[in-house]
């Protein structure tokens, strides 16, 4: 699996193999071909001594609302006709352990676990059945959002645009049979959404061709693909986890706004 990370002021992507404590120092730009493109170094970290960031740097994340059947039943709404847009700024964007800021504009702070897609290279009016071609890889994300803020401006910018709304990791998974992965959030240990990529309304390849025809993504642009049931409240000084299975588990926590 992928990883970005940072030591001794170096921002480096490295490979990290499931589970071993070791990560293989990565040189070159992993979203290249040509002479550019990424190498895998004989040079070996221990994964502790790392400071790891988000896995990737996106100018855009464009997330789609009510994607998952059991969601829409308990949010009340309808299966959308067509996959719901909106975008989360590149500044939301938060790396794994780093601190969610509760912010004082709002009064119910709300958790939404998701499968992330990062992409690999520029695509523009992209079909479905050629977006695998474009999918570096499957990350765990949060979609942190302002649930009352969310309800009362009608559209979404503000509720889903904060700082730290945006936490992305731990690693970019290449291969996922990414119809079929469990997912799991926690907030200080306890379940609150335990479901499957399954319940999509719209499959990560249709998604793709629906917001390609719309706006180009970018080489590390991330398309967040919808939460499952069970979205609740967060408070300063709650744990979150999101576990996907096949990726791992990213970990944040929330702090009041100093
Ligand atoms: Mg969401």
Same mark, same amino acid.
């Given at each position: 699996m992928i990883i970005r990370y940072e030591r001794n002021g170096k921002v480096k992507h490295g490979w990290q193999v499931a589970n071993e404590k070791k990560v293989r120092v990565i040189e070159g730009d992993?979203? /290249? !071909?040509?002479?550019?493109k990424p190498v895998m170094t004989g040079l070996e970290l221990p994964i502790d001594e790392l400071r790891l960031l988000a896995p990737c740097t996106p100018s855009k994340v464009v997330c789609i609302g009510v994607n998952y059947k059991d969601h829409a039943i308990e949010m009340g /709404?309808?299966?959308?006709?067509e996959p719901l847009m909106f975008i989360k700024p590149s500044t939301t964007v938060v790396g794994p352990g780093e601190a969610i800021v509760y912010p004082s504009l709002t009064e119910n702070l709300h958790y939404e676990g998701e499968l992330a897609v990062v992409i690999k290279k520029t695509a523009t009016r992209i079909r479905a059945d050629e977006a695998e071609d474009y999918i570096l890889g499957f990350t765990c994300a949060i979609d942190v959002t302002a649930r009352d803020l969310q309800q009362r401006d009608g559209q979404w910018t503000r509720a889903k645009s904060?700082?730290?709304f945006c936490p992305l990791g731990p690693a970019i998974a290449p291969k996922l049979d990414y119809n079929n992965l469990r997912i799991v959030t926690k907030v200080n240990g306890e379940v609150r959404q335990d479901s499957n990529? /399954? !319940?999509?309304?719209?499959k990560v390849p249709e998604l793709l061709e629906a917001i390609t025809a719309v706006m180009t993504l970018l080489p590390g642009d991330v398309v967040l693909t919808g939460t499952p049931s069970g979205v609740g409240q967060l408070h300063p000084g709650d744990e979150i986890s999101v576990t996907i299975e096949g990726i791992g588990t990213i970990t944040n926590r929330v702090v009041t706004e100093s």
């Open positions: 992993i979203y /290249k !071909q040509d002479e550019r /709404k309808e299966l959308p006709a904060f700082d730290t990529t /399954k !319940q999509m309304v719209f």
